[in-house]
């Protein structure tokens, strides 16, 4: 799974009249990262062996659906298909499949779950860093293979279907999100109404902490050191996630190459810190943080702004960092003291 965590996964948690906060902390191993599960309440209230079945079942289930480590997965049988033709899925890939493809068209490409290929030849697949970076022939010839719009979706008799046979997809970039958004359902199926999620940065919060306070999650810094936080904010109800490429990158004469690859040039994006979002649904910003990560922040607020979307960039400029933010973070998501996070519109 692609590196694009910038949140601190830990809670900020207080201590309250001498006692301990009670809670149920569950984690393991999921998707080539990690989940963190926390669930406020005692021993008493809360079924901790219901909690892990349901976190199992949900994480199996989506791998055998949309892991592209497993060959039988039903992406990855989509994947290795040469038909043009339409192929059945299942009615959850179909799902994930039309939400990334209207982010795709809604940022005019930014956002591309068939750009894996051009990872890969920038060195950022399974083989590593490349002896000789890509030429421009051989860019040219793979974008002729990669693009949102050589990809159909029907969720009505779920399928999807190629345009050309060497097309594939990687659901990486909205899968920890959309199992984020399962797991919250089947928690408040189970009566939980107080609990943070998190699947390899993808974080959601519902309720209240075992203090009785708004989940607390802070964003780091995009700095290619020891994790610190920059920002603390408070949850109610939401989502955040964050997209960056300060630590997942290689250097080549003096230059460095980022993992974010833009799909509509096929070059890697300059750095320039990280962009967090804010909402309701942990799929949609999971594929929108990537998005505006390669549109940059001016391209980036304008169109987060045009669609409403709370969205912050975290700029580095040498050793100074600064903050700019659309409208909707700007008036909706504060930080842990209360005040307003924006440094500049």
């Given at each position: ?19 301990a ?48 480590y ?19 899925v ?26 894996a ?26 974008r ?65 902490n ?45 230059r ?10 096929g ?42 979307l ?36």
């Open positions: 799974m692609l590196t694009r965590i910038a949140l601190l996964a830990s809670l900020l948690l207080f201590a309250s009249c001498g006692r906060p009670r809670e149920l902390v569950l984690s393991g191993p999921t998707m080539g990262t990690t989940y963190t599960v926390k669930v406020a309440g005692s021993p008493q209230t809360v079924d901790a062996e219901a909690v892990r079945r349901t976190i199992d079942d949900v994480l199996a289930l989506i791998d055998t659906q949309m892991s592209t497993r060959a039988d997965s039903a992406l990855s049988r989509f994947n290795a298909t040469r038909s043009t033709d339409w192929v059945d299942p009615a959850e890939v179909a799902r994930v499949i039309a939400l990334g493809q209207e982010i795709s068209r809604r940022s005019d490409g930014a956002f591309d779950m068939t750009v290929p051009l990872i890969r030849v920038w060195g950022f697949g399974p083989s590593g860093e490349p002896e000789q970076l890509p030429t421009d022939e051989q860019l040219a010839a793979i002729r293979e990669v693009g949102y719009s050589l990809l159909d979706v029907r969720e009505d008799t779920p399928a999807l279907r190629k345009h050309t046979p060497e097309l594939t997809i990687d659901v990486n970039g909205i899968a920890p999100g959309y199992a984020v958004d399962v797991l919250a359902a089947r928690f408040a199926a189970l009566g939980l109404r107080d609990f943070m999620i998190d699947i390899g940065g993808e974080v959601l919060a519902r309720g209240r075992a203090n009785g306070v708004a989940w607390r999650i802070a964003v780091e810094r995009p700095q290619d050191t020891e994790p610190t936080p920059y920002k603390i904010l408070e949850l109610h109800d939401e989502s955040v996630t964050t997209s960056g490429e300060y630590r997942h990158y290689f250097e080549r004469e003096g460095r190459y980022s993992h974010t690859i833009d799909p509509r040039t070059q890697p994006i300059e750095s320039h810190g990280s962009v967090v979002v804010v909402g309701n649904s942990s799929a949609a910003i999971d594929a929108w943080a990537t998005a505006m990560n390669v549109l940059g922040p001016d391209a980036g607020v304008e169109l987060a702004d045009r669609e409403g709370a969205v912050m960039y975290v700029l580095a400029e040498g050793s100074t960092l600064r903050a700019r933010t659309s409208a909707a973070f700007e008036r909706n998501v504060r930080s842990v003291e209360g005040e307003r996070v924006t440094d500049e519109r």
